[in-house]
């Protein structure tokens, strides 16, 4: 059984920031890409950063702003989130994938596991 289990969202001013962290069991951690997704009320889920071992890969609205990294010795995974904006306010939701193609990373369908999300609010 995975689990991935999510901690650090919480309320931050506009401008601000937060690091995300996601901590993973019950896998070889480093045989899978991590992501972050996040979705906000009314909206569908959308990606926002992934890693694996070809390197990391953002979404546009987060590019230049937020940072993904991994910590395989102790199965971690972080994202850096600079320079907040209102409209970055969403739940996030950590989750793993054994594609092994970058170009699936975006969609959610092709993770196989999922955390239980951490809320982000961003204040204007």
């Known amino acids: 059984q995975v689990q991935l289990v999510e901690s650090g969202g919480g309320l931050v001013q506009a401008g601000g920031s937060l690091r995300l962290s996601c901590a993973a069991s019950?896998?070889?951690?480093?045989?899978?890409?991590m992501g972050w997704f996040r979705q906000a009320p009314g909206k569908e889920r959308e990606f926002v950063a992934a890693?694996?071992?070809?390197?990391?890969y953002y979404a546009d609205s987060v590019k230049g702003r937020f940072t993904i990294s991994r910590d395989n010795a102790r199965n971690t995974v972080l994202m850096q989130m600079n320079t907040l904006k209102p409209e970055d306010t969403a739940v996030y939701y950590c989750a793993a994938s054994r594609t092994i193609n970058p170009r699936h990373y975006v969609y959610p369908r092709e993770y196989d596991y999922w955390g239980q999300g951490t809320q982000v609010t961003v204040s204007s």
């Open positions: 019950g896998h070889t951690f480093s045989n899978y890409a």
């Open positions: 890693i694996s071992w070809l390197g990391t």
